[in-house]
Nanobody
Framework: QVQLVESGGGLVQAGGSLRLSCAASGRTFSRYAMGWFRQAPGKEREFVAGILWSGANTYYADSVKGRFTISRDNAGNTVYLQMSSLKPEDTAVYYC????????????????????WGQGTQVTVSS
């Protein structure tokens, strides 16, 4: 059974940092791009960052570019999201997800292109 488990969320002051982790089990995703999405109360789920299966390419939403860094450890079947200079508007539930296409050559930001999702981890940034 495939499972994605996010961790590392919490409450942090504006300007602070958090590192989210997403551990995958049940199968290996080393040949699949992975992404992070977030959903704030009353808003739609939005793409945050994605990384190719090889780690060679990353893609970020404009709102987090320069502040967030996505990385992955294929041996450990884990993807990370390092978040710095956090703002109150970053407050949301953060989800990791796996691209449904094998070895896609680019990172997609469309949620319907991801077919495995974690349960989410809450990130709250206070002002």
């Amino acid at each position: 059974q495939v499972q994605l488990v996010e961790s590392g969320g919490g409450l942090v002051q504006a300007g602070g940092s958090l590192r989210l982790s997403c551990a995958a089990s049940g199968r290996t995703f080393s040949r699949y791009a992975m992404g992070w999405f977030r959903q704030a109360p009353g808003k739609e789920r939005e793409f945050v960052a994605g990384i190719l299966w090889s780690g060679a390419n990353t893609y970020y939403a404009d709102s987090v570019k320069g502040r967030f860094t996505i990385s992955r450890d294929n041996a450990g079947n884990t993807v990370y999201l390092q978040m710095s200079s956090l703002k109150p508007e970053d407050t949301a539930v953060y989800y990791c997800a796996v691209d449904k296409n094998y070895a896609r050559a680019y990172v997609t930001s469309f949620a319907d292109q991801y077919n495995f999702w974690g349960q989410g981890t809450q990130v709250t940034v206070s002002s």
